[in-house]
């Protein structure tokens, strides 16, 4: 499909949505205020380029102004059918109807049909993926078993026991479900296990294969915020993330924020067309390009050509955004501490943080590794491994991110 015209094709819904925003949502009234905008002035989706990108930060603030989600809502906070948070805090509405973050696209995709038995192994509490990935497998037909992150023993008991036949959660709690069901004595190759949609974080070509290779698992992988739901999935050919054709998803300028051409990096810019919470122009935070155009594919959608990384200083442990600012607030309650350092790594394809602390010479080093660890968890919602050091190198980062992708 040509990029330009795929765009194109949103104009009339930008139109709508800017309108009913305009109308509706004081916070975007505001929003178009400020930038001296009229809804006569956005007519196209080109058009939306004037209007100013809206960020993660300035969500937080805008939350925080009053009712109704600082003015976001259209309807009342009784008319949605749930109500998450995400770090910051952000919250994020779900409206009462079916696949409202619209993933049942991208399960189709990837294979999953009527029939299909899905252990749904992304977290239920507080954040949205649990339900957002449920609904998008009932929406195509598929039993779910709301499995979570934990309880490995029991799910790989409903793995063996209830035949299975589909996977959805991180690549990298699938790798450590098969391996200790190897470890039991169990051989995941004879289960009916033979499909698996993950996301939340990178799947390296090597795990990829491993899955494919070791398991017998076909696996493909998409992109999405827990602010909007579906924003890429792989097609047939298992090469980039198709950009959803119910969601504008656009890659722009860090600086200026207008739309970039294939082959750019920039940020991820999301409208949606959902008209009880208007978010236009958001800024997810991370980083990507659209494709080249090249060989024709089954799905006609531009595509994006993966994670880049991060536009700010956050980065995703374990499928959950981390900022250097919640690591600091955690440690600032803490009675007892010199110096710190926060380091994020990955082994064996799974991702771990590890918190260096140099305790002041009164300090009870058990108790306040014990207390750190607490304190960390509370504020990121990650188990971190703290460690108690004598020093830290001269100049040391208070936090850094060392993984590397292979």
Known sequence: MDIGAFYAGFDQRVRDIVAYGYDRSPAFRRRMEAAGLTPDDIQTTANLARLPILRKEQLVEIHRQGPGLGGMLTVPLSALRRIFQSPGPIYDPEPDEPDSWRWAPAFRAAGFAPGDIVLNCFG???????????????????????????????????????????????????????????????????????KAFVAAEPLPPSLRALFEEQYGILVYDGYGTAETGNLGYNGPERQGWHLPDDALVQICDLNTGAPLPPGQ??????????????????????????????????????????WLGRSGDSVKVRGLFVHPRHVEEAIRTLQGVAAYQAVVVREHHRDDMICRIVPTADADATSLRQSAEQALYDALKIHCRVEIVLSLPEGAKPFVDERRWE
């Open 124 to 194: 239920y509490h507080l954040t949205p993926a649990g339900v957002m990935f449920e609904e998008g497998a009932r929406a195509i037909g598929c039993t779910v078993i709301p499995a979570g992150i934990g309880n490995q023993a029991q799910q790989i008991d409903a793995m063996a026991h209830l035949g299975v036949t589909a996977y959805a959660g991180l690549p990298s709690y699938l790798k450590a479900l098969l391996e200790r069901a190897t470890e039991q004595g169990h051989d995941p190759r004879s289960w009916t296990l033979n």
């Open 265 to 306: 990096t920039g940020d991820v810019v999301v409208t949606l067309f959902r008209r009880d919470y208007i978010l236009v122009r958001f800024a997810v935070g991370d980083l990507s390009a659209l494709m080249e155009p090249g060989t024709p594919t089954i799905i006609s959608t531009p595509r994006l050509v993966g």
